[in-house]
């Protein structure tokens, strides 16, 4: 069995056997990119190298790139502990060509990996092309002798990948392995692709055109190649488990968590632990990366991820903080690969600590308000605004941590009455405010308390648009 450490390791030794670099990953907040809030995919730190504007002395590279997908355009926070396929921290194996191979070689270079070195059976893989790429569809029925029925055209916007409105772009091809008929799902292109049964794990991106204006294409003379595989997906598959977080790694976190909670892992237990496992990962590669929660842009979204964990701690019957407790696993398991998390052991450990005792004094008593107010409502209710935002305001309950609360009862949360309580609270007070009668000095007050006082924050709107691969 391959751990997830020795699938990682294996990867890039492929690749640097075959002429790549390998490039450590970067940061979880992208250099020099303010409108991207954290880095989602391998492609992110060599935007400029596509683009031609940074020039780097090798034209091949391979990376393991940490990613955190919770905020902004591409936000899997929602589904975490939910299916088994997604986490809001994870990480991208890719490999990367600057206008050195193209679609032939990327092609054969994964494919070989796949089934030679990480021995997946040929009969269960398939793969996609965007729908008029009879080039790849070709390479593929080629290099993998794949039958026509498992390359599989899709024309959205899944297959064709864009750096923004302008720039780099082309068509995608991605590999999925068909894990049988007792889980269920349909093959990709269908309407239940959702599903389990059909698992994508890479996706390999053709940049072959400059888009310059809308509607105006030019064909790159010198192609580059993108590629991002899920480490943990593959970690799952090559294990033989139909979850990430039935691998090795996860296996070690969601110990961890049980010894600190008591208790076991089993039946409605389970999404708790998986969302316990995600959360620590993401909070202290993000801690280690330089963001500490707080209520504004990346901070509010650690803080989230934070505060999410620690209620599900609280349903599992913890009574003290504890998500502290875990940071020593989460080193065991990936300290060897990201020296920064035993660098920084210390701060993520007390910053989870310092956050969960502040929030664990507002917790319990939000927690029984919430109860109380929605214990009247039945499957398909709705929570009222004002309450969400009470809880948001007095008890320092994130909206999504109400709603994640209530998904169990399959109750919504009114979110046009959680904004519209929260606009009043900010003009009531603005109208009872007395100040100095200097307009100047107020708007600067009322932009501060906007910013730092008990608000939410909606994410960037200005992310790049489908910066990842
Ligand atoms: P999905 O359709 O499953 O949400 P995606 O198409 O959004 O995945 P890509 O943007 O193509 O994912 O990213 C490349 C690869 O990174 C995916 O094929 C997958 O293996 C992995 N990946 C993407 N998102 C996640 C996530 N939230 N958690 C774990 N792995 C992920
Ligand atoms: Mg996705
Ligand atoms: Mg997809
Ligand atoms: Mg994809």
Same mark, same amino acid.
């Given at each position: ?17 075959e ?5 450590p ?32 002395p090798?034209?091949?590279a391979?990376?393991a ?6 905020g902004?355009?591409h936000?899997d ?29 990327? #092609? ?19 793969v ?8 790849? !569809? ?37 590999? !999925? ?28 991106? !053709? ?11 030019l ?33 070690g ?21 998986r969302?316990?496992a ?5 909070s202290?590669?993000l801690?280690a ?27 599992l ?11 020593p ?5 990936m ?12 701060? #993520? ?61 399959? #109750? ?5 009455g ?37 608000t939410?924050f909606l ?11």
């Amino acid at each position: 069995m391959s751990s997830v450490n020795e699938i990682r390791a294996a990867f890039l030794d492929y690749y640097a056997r075959e002429g790549h670099q390998v490039v450590p990953s970067s940061p979880l907040v992208p250099r020099n990119d303010p409108t991207l809030l954290f880095t989602n995919a391998g492609m992110v730190q060599f935007k400029n190298v596509f683009t031609g504007v940074e020039k780097r002395p090798y034209s091949t590279a391979t990376t393991a790139q940490k990613c955190v997908r919770a905020g902004g355009k591409h936000n899997d926070l929602e589904n975490v502990g939910y299916t088994a396929r997604h986490h809001t921290f994870f990480e991208m194996m890719g490999n990367f060509s600057f206008g050195d191979y193209f679609k032939e070689r990327a #092609i054969e270079l994964a494919w070989n990996l796949t089934t030679k070195v990480f021995d997946l059976p040929k009969d269960r893989l398939l793969v996609t092309v965007y729908h008029d790429d009879d080039q790849a !569809f070709d390479l593929w029925k080629r290099i993998a002798g794949l039958p026509d029925s498992r390359i599989i055209r899709i024309a959205t916007s899944d297959n064709f990948w864009q750096m923004g409105d302008t720039g780099p772009c082309g068509p995608c091809s991605e590999i !999925f392995i068909d894990q049988g008929d007792k889980l269920q799902g349909g093959p990709p292109g269908s309407p239940d692709e959702d599903g389990d049964r059909f698992l994508e794990f890479w996706n390999l991106v !053709f940049m072959q055109y400059e888009q310059v204006a809308p509607g105006e294409r030019l064909t790159l003379p010198r192609p580059s190649i993108d590629t991002g595989m899920g480490l943990e997906r593959m970690a799952a598959i090559m294990q033989g488990v139909h979850s990430n977080y039935d691998t090795d790694l996860f296996r070690g976190l969601i110990r961890a968590s049980v010894e600190a909670i008591g208790g076991d892992a089993e039946g409605p237990r389970r999404p708790s632990h998986r969302v316990i496992a995600d959360h620590l990962r993401a909070s202290a590669f993000l801690v280690a990366d330089g963001v500490l929660p707080s209520n504004e842009g990346r901070g509010y979204v650690l803080r989230r991820i934070m505060r999410r964990a620690m209620r599900h701690a609280q349903l599992l019957g913890s009574e003290q903080p504890v998500m502290f407790k875990l940071v020593p696993a989460l080193v065991r398991e990936m300290g060897a690969a990201y020296p920064e998390l035993v660098q920084s052991e210390a701060l #993520i450990t007390e910053t989870l600590k310092l956050e969960e005792s502040r929030f664990r004094k507002t917790l319990t008593r939000g927690l029984q308000i919430l109860d109380e107010e929605s214990a009247s409502l039945s499957a398909g209710g709705t929570l009222p605004g004002d309450v969400a935002f009470k809880l948001h305001d007095t008890y320092g309950f994130p909206l999504d941590l109400t709603q994640d609360a209530l998904r169990a009862r399959d #109750i919504k949360v009114d979110t046009e009455g959680f904004q519209t309580a929260m606009a009043r609270q900010r003009s009531d007070a603005r109208k009872a405010w007395s100040g100095s009668g200097d307009a100047a000095t107020e708007q600067v007050w009322f932009g501060l308390r906007d910013r730092f006082g008990a608000t939410e924050f909606l994410g960037y709107d200005t992310e790049i648009a489908e910066g990842v691969v």
